[in-house]
Structures are given as structure tokens and as C-alpha cells.
């Protein structure tokens, strides 16, 4: 199957209840280099515009862009263009993955480069707890024996049937314990939620944010959470290695996510932070529109 082209508009508007001096964001907005998603065009654009505009590489290996807006301003718009090409993502058969039991010994013995980077993921993080209550809910899935791949598709499907998508529920900084408890919240939150059953367990997990197709081909329903940023998750599976898994829609991530980047969770991969000089106070939208070219006959 060939590539599906996409291109992607990510709008970020801050208004300001006073005017600010000075202000400083941190993006994340780059979407990855990957074996099978190559970013052909990616641009970001702010008014005001910067003072300083700088690029690197983080330690996950996410391209951020950091900005000094130095003039008084009432209002930050940032705009990020960008037009991937992304491939069929590789699915193995569950049979043919490894023992869940057999990952996480290997991780507590494992000192080759690969899985020493894998069991990074497998500790508790500053939105992501590593208790018990995780590993209950996540043990009915996890039997003896049972393939990886097999009892985490069990998993997501739990989280998917179980917890109702609610953005009302939610905040950033609701703890994982409450959303656990109430069994409501958004992407981010099933995600954490998932990432933190399998950590408890002993496996690596890792939070993948990125994008999805907002206007589907005819026929093809909408997917949850496509109105803006989206999040799901990766666990490691040796021999294979990281393997994307989307509990807020019950699927493994191919054709129709672009991914943006990756940590341990939303605090490693925010799409925009910043700090100000001036009012702390604001109002922020965020619009997303992701557009297959194919979709609209822009591919031969």
C-alpha cells in the first residue's frame, strides 16, 4: 500500500487579559522523521513575530522550537503548516509475540542498548504513577503466559468499552488515581491510564502525541479525538520493538495518525508552553485541521 499524504494546520491562539512585555514558548509541533512517516515541508509562524526563534533535538529525540516574543502584545498566534507522507504501520500476529512475563524479565536483565533505552519506560513519571490500583485493573488481561500483543489489545479494548470520553471530566492536572475512580476523561488520560497499567506491571510504556485525519474518506467514520492533538501510546515488544496501541478508539495506529512525538508523558511532549512577563491571566484556543490529500484527489 502506498503512503497516505497529509497536511496538517495546528493554530494556537493565546489572548491576554493585559498586555505582556516579554514571552517565552517552548514548541513541540515538528512532526517526527520516522521509517515509515517522512515529513516532507513543516514551517511554524508566529504574530508578533519572535526576536529568536531556535531548533533542537530533545533528549526522546522530538524536534522542538523555542521563541523569544520581545514587543508588548494583547494577543499570540502560532501556526504550524506541515505535510507528511505516512506508510502502513507493521502489526504482527499476537501468537507470534513473546510471553508478557518473558518482556519484563527481560527488561530487569537485559543490559544490550535497546532494551536498556526500553526500561526507561518503565518507571513511575510526574503525571504517571506506578501503584498497585493499576496493576489490578490491568491483571484480568495479563494471564499466564498470554502473548503481549494479545493481552494489550485486551487492554485497550477494557479501557475503550470501559471509560467514557468526557472532556468535561478532565483537566491537565486531574490525578490518574480520579480518572481511574470515575472512569470518564479524554486522550491524554486513557493513554496515562494504559501507560500506567503497564508500567505497574513491569513493562515499558512510552506517551506518543501526534495528529489525526480530521475529514475521513466517504464512508469512513470520524475517530474520536481528531479535533485537536491526539495521544496514544507505545510498548515495547522485543524483536519488534515499540508498537503503537490507541485506547481512546480501540486500534492500533497506522494510516490515519501522524505522529508529533514521544516521552514518558504529556509533560515530555506538550505541543506549547511558555512563560510571560505581564498578566497571568488568558484565554487559549487550539484548532486542528489534518487533511489527506489523497481524500481529495490530490494524489495520482
Known amino acids: 500500500m502506498k503512503a ?47 526576536a529568536t526563534l531556535n531548533r533542537r533535538v530533545d533528549y526522546f529525540g522530538n524536534d522542538t522550537t523555542f521563541a523569544t516574543v520581545d514587543r508588548t502584545h494583547r494577543q499570540l498566534r502560532a501556526t504550524s503548516r506541515s505535510r507528511v507522507a505516512v506508510s502502513p504501520a507493521f502489526i504482527p500476529d499476537a501468537s507470534e509475540t513473546p510471553s508478557w512475563e518473558s518482556v519484563r524479565g527481560l527488561c530487569r536483565t537485559d543490559r544490550t542498548a535497546s532494551v536498556l533505552e526500553a526500561t526507561e519506560f518503565t518507571f513511575a513519571s510526574p503525571a504517571i504513577p506506578v501503584t498497585a490500583p493499576f496493576a489490578e485493573y490491568a491483571a484480568p488481561s495479563f494471564a ?11 487492554l485497550t479494548a477494557r479501557i475503550h468499552h470501559e471509560f467514557k470520553f468526557d472532556p468535561a471530566a478532565t483537566t491537565i492536572s486531574t490525578p490518574l488515581d480520579e480518572v481511574l475512580s470515575n472512569r470518564r476523561g ?12 503497564l508500567r505497574a506491571l513491569g513493562l515499558p510504556a512510552r506517551y506518543v502525541s501526534g495528529y489525526l485525519e480530521t475529514r475521513p474518506p466517504p464512508g469512513k467514520e470520524k475517530l474520536v479525538g481528531s479535533d485537536a492533538s491526539h495521544a496514544w501510546i507505545s510498548f515495547f515488544c522485543p524483536g ?10 480501540n486500534l492500533f ?13 504529556y509533560s515530555d511532549v506538550s505541543p506549547m508552553r511558555g512563560v510571560i512577563l505581564g498578566t497571568g491571566r488568558h484565554t487559549l484556543k487550539v484548532a486542528v485541521d489534518v487533511t489527506s490529500l489523497e481524500s481529495r484527489g490530490a494524489l495520482g
Open 144 to 154: 499466564r503466559d498470554r502473548p503481549i500483543l494479545e493481552a494489550v489489545a485486551h
Open 186 to 197: 479524554v486522550c491524554q488520560d486513557f493513554a496515562h491510564l494504559q501507560i500506567a497499567c
Open 240 to 249: 519488534i520493538g515499540w508498537i503503537d496501541v490507541d485506547p481512546t478508539n
Open 4 to 50: 497516505q499524504l497529509f497536511e496538517i494546520e495546528h493554530t494556537t491562539l493565546y489572548d491576554y487579559h493585559a498586555p505582556v512585555t516579554v514571552s517565552y514558548h517552548l514548541m513541540r509541533l515538528t512532526p517526527r522523521a520516522l521509517s515509515r512517516q517522512r515529513r516532507l515541508t513543516h514551517t511554524i509562524e508566529l504574530d508578533p513575530a519572535p
Open 253 to 265: 495506529p497506522s494510516m490515519q495518525h501522524i505522529t508529533v512525538g514521544w516521552g514518558r508523558d
